[in-house]
């Protein structure tokens, strides 16, 4: 078996978890300023519903931002060393 994606799970805002594709589906395709906690930190983002790309994209900013995000790998229910 070889790694294949990463899921992200997000908090939204009645405090409910989804999987971040979930922005994919509910905003508009357009632009976006993001703004990641606690460090302040503004990207341009552009969402786009057609293909991957744009959530490979927002999932590789948010590892980039949280360096220490806790990784699982949950099939085989253990967490991945950083």
Same mark, same amino acid.
């Given at each position: 078996?070889?790694?294949?994606?990463?899921d992200?799970?997000i908090?939204?805002?009645?405090?409910?978890a989804?999987?971040?594709?979930?922005?994919? /589906?509910?905003l508009?395709?357009?632009?976006?300023?993001?703004?990641?906690? !606690?460090?302040?930190?503004?990207? @341009?983002?552009? +969402?786009?519903?057609?293909?991957?790309? /744009?959530?490979?994209?927002?999932?590789?900013?948010?590892?980039?931002?949280? !360096?220490?995000?806790?990784t699982? @790998?949950?099939? +085989?229910?253990?967490?991945l060393?950083?």
């Open positions: 078996m070889e790694y294949s994606h990463s992200v799970l908090e939204l805002e009645n405090g409910a989804a999987m971040l594709e979930i922005v994919q /589906s509910q508009n395709s357009g632009s976006y300023n993001l703004k990641f906690k !606690p460090t302040e930190t503004t990207i @341009d983002y552009r +969402l786009s519903k057609n293909g991957e790309e /744009s959530m490979k994209y927002l999932k590789r900013l948010i590892f980039m931002n949280f !360096p220490d995000l806790a699982r @790998d949950v099939y +085989l229910n253990v967490d060393e950083q």
